[in-house]
């Protein structure tokens, strides 16, 4: 296995829409093996999911651990949002493509999300607080989008000013 270059804010890759990932790959043992550096990256880094966007692969599918003991690995292919719920959750965000910074962010609490495993196995989940909060999260990035562009415009240019600040330093 190996661990996986992770894409920065502002590359302009991320913001990719991504295409389905025809369910044919599922059996390629190239992508099976892309999946499983994909879960050590997230692990590695650490993070509670990857979205394939985020490794400059621009298919629709993720992965997501949002356990402590990280025991409840998921793979998500082809993953639709089927409802959100009216309730809003707001949640401290942070992204391993726009590293050390954080900041809320408001989102429907509940959802259901449809998608097959890697095997090709569909199922659907209905799940609440912080495994919603990064099924969204993740799916935005399949979508070309990042968890600054739910933010006003001043918050934004305050994340983007801290991670500018915190790249100096680091060199
Ligand atoms: O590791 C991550 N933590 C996190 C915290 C709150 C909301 C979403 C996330 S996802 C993030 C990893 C990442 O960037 N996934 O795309
Ligand atoms: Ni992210």
Do not use: W
């Not at 270059?5 to 044919?24: K, N, Q």
């Not at 892309?34 to 692969?57: N, R, S």
């Not at 969204?136 to 001043?154: M, N, P, T, Y």
């Amino acid at each position: 296995m190996s661990l996986l270059p992770i894409l920065e804010y502002p590359h302009p890759r991320l913001r990719t829409v991504a295409r389905p990932v025809d369910v044919d790959q599922l059996h390629d043992p190239a992508f099976q093996r892309l999946l499983d550096d994909m879960f050590e990256t997230m692990y590695e880094a650490p993070g509670i999911g990857l979205a394939a966007t985020q490794v400059d692969t621009h298919q629709r599918f993720m992965v997501i651990d949002v356990t402590e003991g990280r025991e409840q690995p998921l793979a998500f292919i082809n993953p639709v949002i089927r409802e959100r719920s009216v309730d809003l959750r707001l949640h401290q965000e942070g992204c391993l493509s726009i590293p050390g910074v954080f900041a809320d962010v408001t989102r429907p609490d509940g959802i259901v999300v449809e998608a097959l495993d890697r095997h090709g196995k569909p199922f659907e989940l209905r799940v609440d607080g912080l495994l919603a909060t990064c099924v969204q999260h993740e799916v935005d990035h399949l979508d070309g989008k990042l968890f600054i562009d739910h933010l006003s415009a001043l918050k934004r240019d305050r994340a983007i000013k801290k991670l500018d600040k915190l790249r100096k330093g680091r060199d």
